[in-house]
């Protein structure tokens, strides 16, 4: 079982950064692949980055490529999701995923487990 606590969201300008954090419990950290989701009210839950346990292999919607950026620390267990020039498009509730895999993955259904959430609203 792991569990996943997301925090760093906040109220900022457009143009601003933010960088999200997500902590995860267990042993084997290096073992799952991460993943960030963002949730905008009235939407669907949508693939945002993720991030193979060696910390290379990446992936990233095309709405943030290039100014989002995922990383881990995993001697600490800890996921990243750096975010610059913030749009107020980029506003939603952000999520941390985790699955234990080698294998990069976008869809919702196919991550076991998630974190609780962090706000984060961009305003114009």
């Known amino acids: 079982q792991v569990q996943l606590v997301e925090s760093g969201g906040g109220l900022v300008q457009a143009g601003d950064s933010l960088r999200l954090s997500c902590a995860a419990s267990g042993r084997t950290f290096s073992s799952y692949v991460m993943a960030w989701f963002r949730q905008a009210p009235g939407k669907e839950r949508d693939f945002v980055a993720s991030?193979?346990?060696?910390?290379?292999?990446?992936a990233y919607a095309d709405s943030v490529k290039g100014r989002f950026t995922v990383s881990r620390d995993n001697a600490k267990n800890l996921v990243y999701l750096q975010m610059n020039a913030l749009k107020p498009e980029d506003t939603a509730v952000y999520y941390c995923a985790a699955r234990r895999s080698s294998i990069l993955n976008r869809a919702t259904t196919w991550y076991d487990y998630w974190g609780q959430g962090t706000q984060v609203t961009v305003s114009s």
């Open positions: 991030i193979l346990g060696n910390n290379i292999s990446t």
